[in-house]
């Protein structure tokens, strides 16, 4: 028993970091340090697991700050830390798959773009509070799961990077919805390689036309903003960005498709309802005519 036990740990020294991490210990839990006890238990239910069940690491508001100060507005980092994480990796070429509870600042789409940015690839992750939150700490949550398993540190500049995108998608969507302004930008990285010759008015002229083919009109403050996100972009490997918008893009085209069959199935469900409905209001009016 020992001989297998000592040829299975040789075989994992072999593997790569991340196929070790994920053979060993594939999931982790990042809980928000200001929860109370029974709220911990709420964030767990929804997460579909019990306590225990998984590693846990702890988020404080302050480390949290590390990643978000100077990006996103005071009042939405609030002096607490309630949002909460569920990482697992998954096998290469899964891509990945976000899922939101609770969570009114930002969306599945653009947590997915933002941690794509930052590096982070092939795992399904679920991001959860007890109550309506905006979700700042989750994505600093994500990181800390991420480098925990894989032993990999994530780079630095590819995370402010990816806080800077997820600020700017996450304004943006308030105007133009956030499945426009995560594609405007994915378009913007996409073009890497041209953009960083260019000067700022050149920039600006692009970002008008992508912004037109989605019948969108950016004002002049949010054309600044995705000019100066463009800036950071350039400072990380444009060909492996490229290389993972087109996969995040693949992924959220398969996003839209679900999206688009549980709306026409549960158009189909009203539509059958308000049949039955009709149909019982007929043989109610005949019933009533004959009683």
Known sequence: MKRIVILFLCFLLL?????QALALNPSRTVIGADLSPEQVTAVYQSFGIRRGDVPELTMTNAEERRYLQGYVDESVI??????????????????LSVITNNITWWTEDMYISALTTAGIKDARIMVSAPFEVSGTSALSGVYKA?????????????KQVSTEELTVTGELAQEIG????????????????????M????????ITEIAGRYNVRLTETQIN???SLCRSLEGLNP?????RVEQLQETLQKVSEAKSKVVGFAQEIKKFAESISGLVDRLRELLNRFS
């Not at 991420?146 to 590819?158: I, K, R």
């Not at 426009?180 to 990285?189: F, G, N, R, Y």
């Open 15 to 19: 593997l790569p970091a991340h196929t």
């Open 178 to 197: 956030s499945l426009d302004s995560t594609s405007i930008v994915s378009e913007l990285k996409l073009i890497l390689n041209e953009t960083k010759n």
């Open 146 to 158: 991420y480098e925990d398993m894989t032993g990999v540190t994530l780079d630095d500049l590819a």
């Open 239 to 243: 060909e492996q960005l490229r290389q």
């Open 225 to 227: 903003q995705l000019i």
């Open 78 to 95: 609030g002096t607490r830390s309630i949002s909460c994480v569920y990482v697992e990796l998954l096998p290469e070429g899964s891509g």
């Open 199 to 206: 000067s700022d008015e050149e920039i600006r002229t692009i």
